[in-house]
Structures are given as structure tokens and as C-alpha cells.
Nanobody, 116 residues
Framework: QVQVVESGGGVMQPGGSLRLSCAVSGLTFGAYVMTWHRQAPGKEREAVAEITPGGGGRNYADSVKGRFIISRDNAKNTVYLQMNSLKPEDTARYYC?????????WGQGTQVTVSS
């Protein structure tokens, strides 16, 4: 059974940093593209960062480029999202997704709130 579990969310002041983690089990982690998405209240879910199976390719949404860094440790079956210079508009529930082009597996998300 595939499990995707996000952690690391919380409340942070503007300008602060958080690191999210996503631990995956039940699949061949190194074969999957990993993506972080977020969804704010009343808004559609959006992709914010993506990393290729080997970790050599990364893509970011314009809204987080230069502030967020996605990385992965295939030995630990874990993907990370380092979020720096946080802004109030980064407030959302953050979800992790594993994709192999045929199947998508989502976690339950972790809440990030940026507020002074």
C-alpha cells in the first residue's frame, strides 16, 4: 500500500523559513517525479515545485522561484521543500504528489500559515 506523508508545516512570520518533508513508502521512490502543490482557501490547487526521479531536474512556479528549493533523498524515500523568505500569500495547505506518468499518489497535506 502506497503511503505519502507530509510534515513540517506550522505558523511562521513573514520573512521566515520552513522545511517541509514528504516521506513515501510502498513504491519505487526513485522512479517517480515528485511535486509539491499548495491550495489556499477559495483557490485552486497549484503546483509549486517539481523534481525529476534522479533529482537532476527541478521546476518552480514563478511565485516561489528564488525562494523555495525542492530536493530529494532517494535513499530515504523523502522529498523536501525548503521555503525561505515566506510571505503571507504562501499561506496554504501543502501537498506532496508522486507520479510515474500513469498513477498519481497524494498525501493529506500539511498546513503552512504565514502571519505576523
Amino acid at each position: 500500500q502506497v503511503q505519502v506523508v507530509e510534515s513540517g508545516g506550522g505558523v511562521m512570520q513573514p520573512g521566515g523559513s520552513l522545511r517541509l518533508s514528504c516521506a513515501v513508502s510502498g513504491l519505487t521512490f526513485g522512479a517517480y517525479v515528485m511535486t509539491w502543490h499548495r491550495q489556499a482557501p477559495g483557490k485552486e490547487r497549484e503546483a509549486v515545485a517539481e523534481i525529476t526521479p534522479g533529482g537532476g531536474g527541478r521546476n518552480y512556479a514563478d511565485s516561489v522561484k528564488g525562494r523555495f528549493i525542492i530536493s530529494r533523498d532517494n535513499a530515504k524515500n523523502t522529498v523536501y521543500l525548503q521555503m525561505n523568505s515566506l510571505k503571507p500569500e504562501d499561506t496554504a495547505r501543502y501537498y506532496c504528489k508522486a507520479s510515474d506518468g500513469k498513477y498519481d499518489y497524494w498525501g493529506q497535506g500539511t498546513q503552512v500559515t504565514v502571519s505576523s
